[in-house]
Protein backbone atom coordinates (compact mmCIF):
# COMPACT_ATOMS: atom_id res chain seq x y z
CA UNK A 1 0.00 0.00 0.00
CA UNK A 2 1.15 3.50 -0.55
CA UNK A 3 0.90 6.11 2.07
CA UNK A 4 -1.07 9.10 1.99
CA UNK A 5 0.39 12.33 0.53
CA UNK A 6 1.61 14.56 3.52
CA UNK A 7 -1.11 17.25 4.80
CA UNK A 8 0.97 19.66 3.48
CA UNK A 9 0.37 18.29 0.04
CA UNK A 10 -3.17 17.62 0.70
CA UNK A 11 -3.43 21.92 1.73
CA UNK A 12 -1.52 23.32 -1.66
CA UNK A 13 -4.01 20.72 -3.70
CA UNK A 14 -7.19 20.83 -2.35
CA UNK A 15 -8.35 22.17 1.36
CA UNK A 16 -6.35 25.68 0.80
CA UNK A 17 -6.13 26.03 -2.98
CA UNK A 18 -8.47 28.86 -4.46
CA UNK A 19 -9.77 30.11 -7.41
CA UNK A 20 -7.66 33.16 -8.03
CA UNK A 21 -9.11 36.20 -9.69
CA UNK A 22 -5.97 38.58 -9.50
CA UNK A 23 -2.50 37.82 -10.08
CA UNK A 24 1.15 38.90 -9.37
CA UNK A 25 3.26 40.23 -12.04
CA UNK A 26 5.75 36.38 -11.62
CA UNK A 27 5.90 35.48 -15.30
CA UNK A 28 5.09 31.58 -15.80
CA UNK A 29 8.06 30.17 -18.12
CA UNK A 30 7.84 27.67 -21.24
CA UNK A 31 9.64 25.54 -19.28
CA UNK A 32 6.86 25.68 -16.93
CA UNK A 33 4.48 25.07 -18.64
CA UNK A 34 5.86 21.76 -20.18
CA UNK A 35 6.30 20.62 -16.73
CA UNK A 36 2.13 20.77 -16.10
CA UNK A 37 1.89 19.00 -19.38
CA UNK A 38 4.29 16.20 -18.48
CA UNK A 39 2.15 15.51 -15.09
CA UNK A 40 -1.14 16.10 -16.21
CA UNK A 41 -0.89 13.50 -19.25
CA UNK A 42 -0.91 10.88 -16.82
CA UNK A 43 -4.38 11.16 -15.58
CA UNK A 44 -6.49 8.21 -16.50
CA UNK A 45 -8.84 8.66 -19.62
CA UNK A 46 -11.60 6.20 -21.30
CA UNK A 47 -9.22 3.78 -23.35
CA UNK A 48 -6.33 6.26 -22.96
CA UNK A 49 -7.33 8.57 -25.87
CA UNK A 50 -6.04 11.70 -24.20
CA UNK A 51 -8.47 13.80 -26.39
CA UNK A 52 -7.23 17.05 -24.46
CA UNK A 53 -5.46 19.89 -26.25
CA UNK A 54 -4.18 22.69 -24.61
CA UNK A 55 -3.71 26.34 -26.28
CA UNK A 56 -1.61 28.52 -23.54
CA UNK A 57 -2.39 32.23 -24.64
CA UNK A 58 0.55 34.27 -23.48
CA UNK A 59 1.40 37.29 -25.83
CA UNK A 60 -0.56 40.15 -25.19
CA UNK A 61 -1.60 40.24 -29.23
CA UNK A 62 -3.33 36.70 -28.44
CA UNK A 63 -4.64 37.84 -25.13
CA UNK A 64 -6.73 41.00 -26.62
CA UNK A 65 -7.78 38.49 -28.98
CA UNK A 66 -9.40 36.18 -26.45
CA UNK A 67 -11.33 39.14 -24.30
CA UNK A 68 -14.22 39.71 -27.19
CA UNK A 69 -14.74 35.58 -26.23
CA UNK A 70 -15.54 36.05 -22.22
CA UNK A 71 -17.64 37.70 -19.90
CA UNK A 72 -17.79 40.23 -17.11
CA UNK A 73 -14.86 40.59 -14.43
CA UNK A 74 -13.35 37.51 -16.68
CA UNK A 75 -12.03 40.26 -19.37
CA UNK A 76 -9.94 41.73 -16.82
CA UNK A 77 -8.68 38.19 -15.71
CA UNK A 78 -7.47 37.23 -19.10
CA UNK A 79 -5.85 40.36 -19.27
CA UNK A 80 -3.79 40.63 -15.82
CA UNK A 81 -3.32 36.33 -16.04
CA UNK A 82 0.08 35.85 -17.21
CA UNK A 83 -1.55 32.83 -18.78
CA UNK A 84 -4.88 31.73 -19.91
CA UNK A 85 -5.57 28.11 -21.07
CA UNK A 86 -8.23 27.37 -23.33
CA UNK A 87 -8.80 23.30 -22.90
CA UNK A 88 -10.04 22.27 -25.56
CA UNK A 89 -10.51 18.33 -27.08
CA UNK A 90 -9.64 17.04 -31.01
CA UNK A 91 -12.95 15.93 -32.33
CA UNK A 92 -10.43 13.33 -34.36
CA UNK A 93 -8.62 12.09 -30.84
CA UNK A 94 -9.46 8.58 -32.10
CA UNK A 95 -6.63 9.04 -35.16
CA UNK A 96 -4.34 8.10 -32.35
CA UNK A 97 -6.25 5.04 -30.79
CA UNK A 98 -4.19 2.28 -31.83
CA UNK A 99 -1.14 4.03 -30.41
CA UNK A 100 -2.11 5.43 -27.28
CA UNK A 101 -4.56 2.14 -26.25
CA UNK A 102 -2.47 -1.06 -28.54
CA UNK A 103 -4.59 -3.37 -26.56
CA UNK A 104 -7.76 -2.36 -28.08
CA UNK A 105 -7.65 -0.30 -31.29
CA UNK A 106 -10.73 1.77 -30.68
CA UNK A 107 -10.76 4.03 -33.97
CA UNK A 108 -13.61 2.50 -35.56
CA UNK A 109 -15.50 2.49 -32.38
CA UNK A 110 -15.39 6.48 -32.61
CA UNK A 111 -15.34 6.78 -35.71
CA UNK A 112 -18.58 5.16 -36.67
CA UNK A 113 -20.14 6.95 -33.75
CA UNK A 114 -20.23 10.72 -33.40
CA UNK A 115 -22.75 10.68 -30.21
CA UNK A 116 -20.24 8.54 -28.36
CA UNK A 117 -17.30 10.33 -29.72
CA UNK A 118 -18.18 13.56 -28.70
CA UNK A 119 -19.51 12.73 -25.27
CA UNK A 120 -16.20 10.79 -24.83
CA UNK A 121 -13.91 13.52 -26.02
CA UNK A 122 -15.78 16.17 -24.13
CA UNK A 123 -15.71 14.14 -20.65
CA UNK A 124 -11.98 13.20 -20.97
CA UNK A 125 -10.77 16.81 -21.90
CA UNK A 126 -12.54 17.97 -18.51
CA UNK A 127 -10.87 15.27 -16.75
CA UNK A 128 -8.17 16.36 -18.40
CA UNK A 129 -8.34 19.83 -18.06
CA UNK A 130 -9.13 19.10 -13.88
CA UNK A 131 -5.70 17.26 -14.49
CA UNK A 132 -4.15 20.28 -15.99
CA UNK A 133 -5.16 22.15 -12.26
CA UNK A 134 -3.90 19.71 -10.26
CA UNK A 135 -0.57 19.63 -11.85
CA UNK A 136 -0.27 23.73 -12.03
CA UNK A 137 -1.17 23.43 -8.08
CA UNK A 138 1.64 20.83 -7.48
CA UNK A 139 3.92 22.84 -8.96
CA UNK A 140 3.10 25.90 -6.93
CA UNK A 141 1.18 27.67 -9.04
CA UNK A 142 -2.71 29.02 -8.96
CA UNK A 143 -5.93 28.55 -11.21
CA UNK A 144 -9.04 29.86 -12.19
CA UNK A 145 -11.52 28.01 -13.95
CA UNK A 146 -14.53 29.41 -15.98
CA UNK A 147 -16.98 28.88 -18.25
CA UNK A 148 -18.53 32.70 -18.52
CA UNK A 149 -17.32 32.78 -22.19
CA UNK A 150 -18.79 32.10 -25.98
CA UNK A 151 -17.73 28.39 -27.65
CA UNK A 152 -18.57 29.31 -31.03
CA UNK A 153 -16.23 32.28 -31.20
CA UNK A 154 -13.18 31.24 -29.34
CA UNK A 155 -12.84 28.34 -32.12
CA UNK A 156 -13.56 30.70 -34.38
CA UNK A 157 -10.83 32.83 -33.71
CA UNK A 158 -8.54 30.14 -32.60
CA UNK A 159 -9.10 26.47 -33.80
CA UNK A 160 -11.04 28.15 -37.21
CA UNK A 161 -9.47 24.97 -39.60
CA UNK A 162 -9.00 22.35 -36.99
CA UNK A 163 -10.68 19.65 -35.68
CA UNK A 164 -9.88 21.38 -31.83
CA UNK A 165 -13.25 22.32 -30.10
CA UNK A 166 -12.64 24.90 -26.67
CA UNK A 167 -14.36 22.92 -24.00
CA UNK A 168 -13.17 25.44 -21.06
CA UNK A 169 -10.88 28.47 -20.08
CA UNK A 170 -8.68 28.68 -17.08
CA UNK A 171 -6.01 31.55 -15.56
CA UNK A 172 -2.80 30.50 -14.60
CA UNK A 173 -0.15 32.10 -12.93
CA UNK A 174 1.08 32.80 -9.37
CA UNK A 175 -2.36 34.51 -7.78
CA UNK A 176 -2.10 37.60 -5.15
CA UNK A 177 -3.36 36.36 -1.96
CA UNK A 178 -4.04 39.84 -0.90
CA UNK A 179 -7.02 40.17 -3.00
CA UNK A 180 -8.42 37.13 -2.66
CA UNK A 181 -12.43 36.78 -2.07
CA UNK A 182 -13.52 35.21 1.27
CA UNK A 183 -13.70 31.95 1.03
CA UNK A 184 -17.19 30.07 -0.45
CA UNK A 185 -18.96 27.07 1.46
CA UNK A 186 -19.47 23.90 0.52
CA UNK A 187 -21.91 21.37 0.44
CA UNK A 188 -21.55 18.54 3.47
CA UNK A 189 -20.75 15.31 2.80
CA UNK A 190 -24.61 14.17 3.51
CA UNK A 191 -25.91 16.86 1.40
CA UNK A 192 -23.45 15.15 -1.53
CA UNK A 193 -23.54 11.94 -1.20
CA UNK A 194 -25.08 8.41 -0.57
CA UNK A 195 -23.57 4.87 0.21
CA UNK A 196 -25.46 2.03 -1.19
Same mark, same amino acid.
Request: hydrophobic residues 40%.
Given at each position: ??????????? *???? &????? &????? *????? /???????? @???????? +???????????????????????????????????? +?? +????? /??????????????? /???????? %??????????????? *?????????????? %?? $?????? /??? @??????? *?????????? $?????? %?????????????????????
Amino acid at each position: MRPPISPESVK *QLFT &HARSY &HHWTN *QPVTQ /DTLEAIYE @LMKWGPTS +VNSMPARLLFVRSEAEKEKLVPCVLGSNIEQIRTAP +VT +VIVAF /DECFFAHSKRLFPAY /DATALFAN %DSRLSEATAFRNSSL *QGAYMMFAARALGL %DV $CPMSGF /DNA @LVDQRFF *QGTTWKSNFI $CTLGYG %DESKLYPRGPRLSFEESCRIV
